[in-house]
């Protein structure tokens, strides 16, 4: 399906950087609006301003072409008829969201929309508010408009593939806003599936991502059992796993990024200003940010004073591959860290995290895994990239000083005898045996 008319994207962070891409690939003109001027130059050059496997090479070829524009603001220009809005909806440290960005994004919108444009939501909202904060600003110019709420819900490292096999939910104010909706998703996707209502595409897009932080919240519950009595949560999984299809329990880890850390409390703020509190939801949250404290206390009862701490994969998640270290939980551990041991040295490794990134945690970057094991009394594992799961801890580890403990939140590798390995869910395990 072919398209006359441009489409308008404003907030051209990694959701909106990769719906564009994945438009302009398709063949549909493609403006991205962006504050950030750095990130205007970059993506006009055609340069990634985040690592995603394949994502370079498209974006060149869609900026090349002209295809894809960026802009510190919304062009003057009636080739637009669609606006998008993907910019970021962050939670405060009182876990109520910031809309700033949003409101800034609409009242921008408002000195542009023309009568019949549309608006597409794709930023994640708390339920209620594509009617109540953006239809209700939109009505104020009295013009005719199309307003929908149509989720992402692509993984990160996997977007440009994702954006065109998951299915697009679609959550219009109306048929005509529901109907061109999917007529611009059908460009990309096969399959768009229409909601009653806004509120249910909303609520759609926080209980995906709800649910997994529940899924994962109750396997490091299950990780803090086996570390309270003895027990291995790999051997707990790995056997009640095999051959029997009832049973889906995550492998147990950190769970952080700029999705699973807020989205819960987005769900949260919302159902509870409808009257009614989330308790199940909200718990999976509360075991996933006390994790890492109670990790700390257990590696203290061991290790009680080491000099050098290592780090190792500092982004929110290490598969699918990324360096984006935005809501990554190893910002929890370094304060944690530095709170217990202030007067260590503090290493860190990550082979795709930006320097601008790391430079924002109070650690020394160093390039390369042996210099993070070289005298070192504690060496963490944050995340499983796949740079960690090849290592030859057995070696690395003789780099390391006396009694050096190696901790593993992700368990990517099997207990070494003459090492000091351990990890979340097995440190007691290994330790007694």
């Known amino acids: ?34 504050k950030q001027q750095l990130i205007v130059q970059k993506l006009n050059s055609g340069e990634a301003t985040f690592y995603e496997e394949g994502f370079d090479k498209i974006l060149s070829d869609v900026t090349a072409k002209k295809l894809l524009t960026c802009h510190n603001e919304i062009p003057k220009t009636d ?49 209620g508010a594509t009617e109540k904060i953006v239809k209700t600003e939109l009505d104020k110019l009295n013009i005719p408009y ?23 939910i679609i959550g219009g104010v109306d048929e005509k806003s529901n109907q061109h909706s999917k007529e611009l998703f ?32 109750f396997a490091n519950e299950v990780a803090s059992i086996c570390d309270n009595i003895g027990a291995s949560v790999s051997n707990v999984i790995n056997a009640i796993s095999e051959n029997y299809s009832r049973v889906n329990i995550a492998r147990p880890g950190l769970v952080g990024g700029p999705c699973l850390t807020k989205d819960t409390h987005i769900l949260v703020q919302g159902s509870k200003e409808m009257g009614y509190t989330p308790e199940i939801s909200l718990q999976g949250r509360i075991t996933n940010e006390k994790l890492i404290n ?10 009680p004073s080491p000099k050098k701490i290592s780090v190792l994969g500092l982004a929110f998640k290490g598969s699918p591959p990324t360096g984006d270290m935005r809501g990554s939980t190893v910002y929890d551990l370094m304060n944690l860290l530095k709170q217990k041991w202030k007067n260590a040295e503090y290493f ?26 070289a005298s070192a009394d504690l060496v963490i594992f944050h995340n499983n990239h796949p740079d960690l799961q090849k290592l030859d801890i057995k070696e690395l580890s003789g780099k390391m000083n006396f009694g050096g403990i190696v901790y593993d939140f992700c ?17 007691n395990y290994l330790k007694e045996r």
């Open 1 to 34: 399906m072919s398209r006359e008319k441009a489409i308008c994207i404003i907030g051209m962070g990694y959701v909106g950087a990769t719906l564009a891409v994945g438009f302009a690939s398709k063949g549909v003109r493609v403006y991205g609006v962006e």
């Open 79 to 127: 080739e637009i008829d669609t606006y998008i809005i993907t910019v970021g909806t962050p939670v405060c440290e009182n876990n109520k969201v910031n809309e700033s960005y949003l409101l800034s994004a609409v009242d921008e919108l408002k000195n542009n929309l023309k009568p019949g444009d549309a608006v597409i939501l794709r930023s994640t909202l708390k339920l």
């Open 146 to 168: 199309k307003l929908s709420f149509c989720p992402e819900r692509t993984v990160e490292g996997k977007s440009i593939e994702e954006l065109t096999t998951i299915p697009q």
């Open 186 to 217: 059908s460009i990309m996707v096969d399959k768009c599936i229409i909601v009653s209502s806004p509120k249910e595409a909303e609520l759609c897009k926080l209980i995906c991502n709800t649910q997994r932080d529940l899924y994962f919240g």
């Open 294 to 303: 109670e990790c700390i206390n257990q590696i203290e009862r061991i290790m």
């Open 348 to 373: 860190g490794y990550d082979s795709l995290a930006t320097d601008e990134d790391v430079a924002t945690l109070p650690l020394t970057r160093v390039n390369d895994i042996e210099t993070a094991f």
């Open 411 to 427: 368990n990517m590798y099997n207990t070494i005898d003459s090492v000091n390995y351990c990890g979340l869910g097995n440190m």
